[in-house]
Structures are given as C-alpha cells and as structure tokens.
C-alpha cells in the first residue's frame, strides 16, 4: 500500500505564491509518476501537473509559466511551487502517484488540500 499525505494549502490573495508538498509512504516502487490535480465546485477532476520518476514534466494549459512541479526522490517528495495565483486556481488539490512494473499498475490518491485565492 501507498499513502499519500498533501500539506501546503491555504488561502492568499492573487498574484501570491503557495508551495504544495505531498509525501509518500509504502512500496511506490522505481517506476512511478507523481503528480497533482485539483477538483474546483462543480467541475470534474483535472490534471495540473505530473513528473515521472526520470525528472518528466507535464502541465495543463492553464498553470503553465505559473506552476513548477519538482520531487526529491530521496524523500519520496513531490512539490508544486505555484505562483502568480488566480481566483480561478481555487480548488482541492490531490497529490497521485501512479506505479507501475512489469506485471502490475496502481494508482493511488491523496486526501487532498484546500486552495483559495481571493481576487
């Protein structure tokens, strides 16, 4: 099993920065991605930014130039430095971490973190 555990949220107004920290425990193997999504009011889930196990990135449109995602694979640590923050950023952000090897994938979840940001 994996657990995940996000801290790191909170409310600023926008234009600020937030860093979101998400620590895992368990077996999360040597192949893995992490990465976060965030889940506004009324909208589905969505992809913010993923980082695989070599150093990959991937971002939404939307964070682009804003967001940095980075990991310490020693610390089995993933961050999300997000800066110049917008209302339209608020959500409930979700730390995920997807493994996978030759005969198995997982996916597992955090319980989220909460941020606002005030216009």
């Known amino acids: 099993q994996v657990q995940l555990v996000e801290s790191g949220g909170g409310l600023v107004q926008a234009g600020g920065s937030l860093r979101l920290s998400c620590a895992a425990s368990?077996?999360?193997?040597?192949?893995?991605?992490m990465g976060w999504y965030r889940q506004a009011p009324g909208k589905q889930r969505e992809s913010v930014a993923t980082i695989t196990s070599l150093g990959y990135t991937n971002y939404a449109d939307s964070v682009k130039g804003r967001f940095t995602i980075s990991r310490d694979n020693a610390k089995n640590t993933v961050y999300l430095q997000m800066n110049n923050l917008k209302p339209e950023d608020t959500a409930v952000y979700y730390c995920?971490?997807?493994?996978?090897?030759?005969?198995?994938?997982?996916?597992?979840w955090g319980k989220g973190t909460l941020v606002t940001v005030s216009s």
């Open positions: 368990g077996s999360i193997g040597s192949l893995n991605t």
């Open positions: 995920n971490l997807y493994r996978w090897d030759i005969t198995t994938t997982a996916n597992y």
